[in-house]
């Protein structure tokens, strides 16, 4: 009963591919508010709701299992993937755990090798022990991909651009490989987001967000969303989201909707800004690689020009000399970027993987993916960019 409603729920007019995306991220999938006309979706701050006689109520029954807020959300991210379905969670990280209640101990998922690591603490510290199987590999590379691929691999597990190696997938091309070999695909789309990529469209089975970051855009909520086409997939998702429990609260999917009304003017800057950035760590002597999509040079260059509207505004870089140290001075120096955990948000972080958001990684795993001591994520904000280039300027000279 539950699962078919909500299904009809999210079925009404949330897949409108006439309208254009700029036009979704402020009208797409919502429903206009019946009591009083609110042009925003309300906060629907309640637990539980009146029902007329025992089981007969208005398509609301206790707010873990449905909330009209977290309704216009999750309608809000289908639209703007161009799915049918869409489900909101209280992180990135919950949205990831209930995709892994898909699979049943045996089942084999290959993965990006250097993907975000608290998706690598959730693999290999909580869920192998319980009798799923991770394999980690560089998944540009399709004919090493094939070659691991079992009668037991269940799921195909991409990030692009990675986090925090900016390593870029073919998403069609690893489609392709799925789909002849009867697997699914999940798409980590937190990086680019649905105005730069649509995963989707691209033949993946299921895109997820963290939509703490460029979703929800300002570093305020802690969110994670799903989108995907699959009925019996998403039949499946909603009963682990109502069982297992880790939904979001409706003031977290208020503040997610209004950031994602900004999305598109807020991604052109990032993505501006980001540029901008790469232009001068390029000339820039101290600095010995950079790693971002829009350089020539980088590996994937062409896959990203074809799958991405833009470049994006996440750069990674190191130091030459490799020196720890150097790291340090830099990031005491920063006026304008901030040294914080997270990304995406209108304002400019800087992040140290090794000892930050891949600290839980081991040390040999991290250094043969490239996260070395001197390794420098930056999440380019919307600042003026001459404030921005500035700053890392004089931080590093």
């Not at 990684?361 to 003026?384: F, Y």
Request: one cysteine or more.
């Amino acid at each position: 009963m539950y699962i078919s409603r909500t299904l009809s729920n999210h079925a009404r007019g949330i897949n409108n591919r006439i309208m254009k995306f700029n036009t979704k991220v402020i009208h797409g999938g919502q429903i206009k508010e019946k009591g009083y006309g609110a042009v925003m979706p309300p906060i629907y701050q309640t637990s539980t709701y009146a029902q007329s006689e025992p089981g007969v109520h208005e398509g609301y029954e206790y707010s873990r299992t449905q909330n009209p807020t977290r309704h216009a959300l999750e309608n809000s991210i289908a639209s703007l993937e161009n799915a049918k379905y869409g489900l909101a969670f209280s992180s990135g990280l919950s949205a990831i755990d209930a995709i892994l209640k898909l699979f049943k101990p045996g089942d084999e998922i290959i993965s990006t090798h250097d993907l975000y690591g608290g998706s690598y603490r959730l693999f290999n510290k909580i869920y192998k022990k319980y009798g799923l199987k991770f394999i980690f590999e560089d998944l540009k590379d399709l004919e090493k991909v094939e070659k691991l691929i079992t009668p037991k691999t269940k799921l195909i597990w991409v990030e692009t651009p990675t986090n925090p190696m900016i390593n870029v997938i073919d998403i069609a091309a690893i489609s392709e490989l799925c789909k002849k070999n009867n697997i699914l695909l999940g798409v980590d789309n937190t990086f680019s987001t649905p105005y730069l990529q649509r995963p989707l469209d691209l033949g993946a089975d299921i895109v997820m967000h963290s939509g703490t970051k460029y979703l929800a855009g300002h570093s305020d909520v802690i969110i994670g969303l799903i989108a995907l086409n699959d009925e019996k997939i998403a039949e499946n998702l909603f009963f682990i989201q109502n069982s297992s429990g880790a939904i979001c609260g409706p003031m977290d999917a208020f503040l997610t909707l209004r950031g994602i009304k900004t999305l598109h003017v807020r991604m052109d800057r990032h993505c501006s800004n980001g540029e901008k950035v790469f232009e001068y760590l390029k000339q820039c002597k101290k600095v010995e690689k950079i790693y971002w999509p829009g350089l020539e040079s980088h590996p994937n260059h062409l896959v990203a020009k074809k799958q991405m509207k833009k470049f994006g505004g996440m750069i990674s870089f190191t130091f030459a000399g490799n020196m720890y140290s150097d790291v340090v001075k830099f990031t005491k120096k920063l006026k304008v970027f901030t040294l914080a955990e997270s990304l995406g948000g209108v304002e400019s972080l800087v992040n140290h993987p090794a000892t930050m958001t891949h600290a839980s990684m081991p040390k040999k795993d991290r250094e043969r993916n490239g996260i070395t001591e001197s390794l420098i994520r930056l999440s380019v904000g919307i600042e003026d960019s001459a404030d921005l280039v500035n700053d890392l300027d004089k931080a590093i000279n």
